[in-house]
């Protein structure tokens, strides 16, 4: 007698879990058809009655359009007879005339359940529109009254974006309706970048501005200075900036502020510059560890001020001539790329430039930057602490200015 009890007690509870379990099944699979439904008609109703056309039940070119190339494409069938091509064809064609014509009704009769649809509930929509653009009305006509500004979202929302709204065949009168449901999500990214502006690269770029030549992106590196192997790594973009600004941070005489408003301009502008070279991948170069290399040279110069394992504020402190300075990273990155084929078995000379190792690359932008700059400035006896500086600066921003012109190719190839 317990053990009965238990076994019915046992099936009611597994009853009354499956019918709380059938009812929220039924409960979803009403309401989420039934949310999508009224979706599509908050989608398709106009803001005003219009009379039915005949455009509201032409079935659009998409909708059939892959069944009728199916229908079109011939079948490769020599190995059967005439008698044999002409049955299969004629089946094919026969077959994609039935799929044709029931999709074609299956669209029509969805568009008959819509227009309907929006018979009935459209009137409810209607008065809801109706109320939305009074209360719009009346909150212009305050504003107006209270003389106040009409804030910079407003006059975006006004902006004119129907010609990048996304449609398809048929969908000409929703461009309006899907322009004002995303103008929200838009003004959203205009605000963030406003608020969101690389200040200090902004600022530090204005230095190009007046010369258009940007001349430091050929200054940087000289013809004229010799390779330390048999051929040179292609340079990315990234890697003669990082190495420009660590030369930079290595100058006596500079103060602190100076230092870090350039290292924050840099650091914003490589934002930019990883978009670009990401991107715009020229499959003739290979710049994977020229890239690397100026990923991990920077990460030293930001966070230690460290060019590889070379300190370039206590080089800085002990006040060197600029030529000096110089000469010594010069010095101090030919050891380290002859250090570097040493320990590496000679891989320099068996692989492409590309190929080096990330110290490598590093060293030889290092000695070729400073060999140039040796070449192209002369140096005097004192007082040229600020202009080396201010010159590295002009070419960082030269190269900066240089690469971002690229930012045009990329919006649009994103955006396609």
């Known amino acids: 007698m317990p053990w009965s009890f238990k076994f019915c007690r046992g099936t009611s509870e597994y009853e009354w879990l499956m019918l709380v379990t059938q009812i929220i099944a039924v409960g979803v699979g ?20 219009k009379m039915v056309d005949k455009a509201d ?4 070119k998409y909708w059939i359009q892959k069944l009728v190339e199916w229908k ?27 799929c044709i014509g029931m999709q074609s009704g299956i669209v029509l ?8 649809s929006i018979f009935f509930v459209g009137q409810l929509l209607i008065f809801w529109y109706s109320c939305t653009r009074l209360e719009r009305f009346l909150r212009t006509q ?27 065949q048929g969908e000409e009168g929703l461009v309006h309706l899907m322009k004002a449901q995303d103008c929200d999500a838009t003004n959203h990214w205009f605000e963030m970048g406003v608020k969101e502006q690389p200040k200090h690269l902004i600022q530090f770029l204005e230095k190009s501005l007046y010369s258009k030549e940007l001349k430091g992106v050929k200054e940087f590196d000289s013809d004229q200075v010799p390779c330390l192997d048999s051929q040179d790594p292609p340079n990315s973009w990234a890697l003669p900036v990082v190495t420009l600004t660590a030369v930079a941070v290595a100058i006596p005489n500079i ?15 490589l934002m930019y510059i990883r978009v670009v070279e990401n991107n715009l991948v020229d499959p003739k170069r290979d710049l994977k560890n020229s890239r690397e290399a100026a990923e991990i040279v920077w990460s030293g110069i930001d966070l230690l001020n460290k060019w590889l394992d070379v300190d370039l504020r206590a080089m800085a402190r002990e006040g060197k001539h600029p030529k000096d ?13 002859k250090e570097v084929k040493r320990t590496e078995l000679n ?23 400073c060999q140039s700059l040796l070449q192209e400035y002369r140096f005097k006896a004192g007082g040229s602490d600020e202009i080396l500086f201010e010159k590295l600066s002009v070419m960082i921003s030269d190269i900066i200015s240089a690469c971002l012109t690229n930012l045009k190719h990329v919006i649009t190839k994103h955006c396609n």
């Open 255 to 269: 103060g602190h502020q100076a230092v870090q408003k350039l290292k924050y301009s840099v650091h914003e502008a």
């Open 109 to 116: 009769i969805s568009k008959l359940v819509r227009l309907i």
């Open 30 to 49: 009403t309401i989420a058809p039934a949310a999508r439904w009224f979706t599509a008609i908050k989608f398709r109703c106009m803001k005003e009655l």
């Open 57 to 60: 039940f032409e079935v659009e």
């Open 325 to 337: 300075i110089l000469e010594e990273l010069s010095n101090i990155a030919k050891s380290k790329f």
């Open 72 to 98: 079109e494409r011939p079948l490769a069938l020599q190995r059967l007879g005439r008698r044999g091509r002409r049955f299969v064809h004629n089946l094919k064609y026969r077959t994609l005339d039935f």
């Open 347 to 369: 891989k320099c000379l068996m692989d492409a430039p590309s190929k080096w190792p990330i110290n490598a690359i590093a060293a030889n932008s290092m000695y070729r930057i």
């Open 142 to 168: 305050e504003n107006s009254l209270s003389n106040e500004p009409e804030s910079e979202t407003q006059r975006r929302t006004e902006m004119n974006l129907s010609r990048y709204v996304v449609h398809l």
